[in-house]
């Protein structure tokens, strides 16, 4: 008999998975306010139309079931065969009709999450490989998830916002960004004050011993969609004079 539930028990995962659904259920909400002739308009995404981004999640929701079906089979199945195949596939999705584009979103989606519940509670362990090369494990899949499905639903440019995403997923995507800023030495002199941080989360991050740091405050919503080059909407920077400055635009995230 098919499993109802999910097999994962570990509490912080089960959140991730509730986290990661709310985000489909949003995704789909912000999709459903759109007529089909208003999927031709753009997105927040330099040369993506919505179409572009509605193609990239249903396409991702199905790279990252292959994951997942290799943590719970042991046979390698990568998100993609190459990243030109990737991006060709984004494209060819981007021209669907509207009711196939629709579809391709809604069935990976319902895919992804049957694949997630019944993977096995030791499986989740099981290590499988992204498109960057990364060796994770297959919980690590929760939260690339949720990454694509929040941030996109942004994208998709008709009225959701950072403020919009779960205080949770903002925390860990800043720390995402500025991890990997600082991993290449692209935060230098920038500093990000965030004005409501979660508890046991710094409120500083960046370049934070430089004394000549630029120093960009805001919530953590807006700190975090301009950090992603997603928006400069309420903030504020300073100088190492404390002086207003201009808003910096932020590192190259991805
Ligand atoms: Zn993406």
Redesign the pocket.
């Known amino acids: 008999m098919v499993a109802r539930k999910d097999q994962a028990t570990d509490p912080a995962l089960l959140d991730q998975l509730l986290q990661a659904r709310r985000g489909t259920a949003f995704f789909a909400r912000k999709l459903n306010e759109l007529r089909d002739a208003e999927l031709d308009g753009d997105s927040l995404l330099p040369g993506w139309t919505r179409r572009h981004v509605v193609s ?1 999640i249903g396409y ?1 929701a199905r790279a990252v079931a292959r994951l997942v079906e290799w943590a719970r089979t042991g046979v390698e199945t990568p998100m993609y065969p190459s990243v030109a195949v990737r991006n060709w596939e984004i494209e060819f999705g981007a021209t669907l009709s509207p009711i196939a584009l629709r579809n391709l979103f809604d069935h990976s989606a319902v895919h992804l999450n049957v694949e997630w519940r019944d993977l096995p509670d030791e499986a989740w362990s099981h290590e499988v490989k992204t498109i960057q090369g990364r060796t994770v494990p297959a919980s690590e899949t929760v939260w690339m998830r949720n990454r ?1 499905i929040w ?2 639903a942004v994208d998709l440019n008709n009225g959701a916002s950072f403020a919009d995403i779960p205080r949770p997923v903002l925390s860990r995507l800043l720390g995402d960004i500025t991890g990997a800023w600082k991993a290449r030495g692209t935060d230098k002199d920038l500093v990000l004050q965030v004005t409501d941080a979660e508890p046991g989360v710094p409120s500083e991050l960046g370049d934070v011993d430089s004394p000549d740091a630029v120093r960009v405050t805001g919530s953590l919503g807006a700190v975090t969609a301009w950090a992603a080059g997603r928006s400069n909407d309420g903030l504020v920077a300073e100088g190492p004079d404390a002086s207003p400055v201009a808003v910096p635009a932020a590192p190259a995230w991805i």
């Open positions: 990239h991702n694509e941030v996109h």
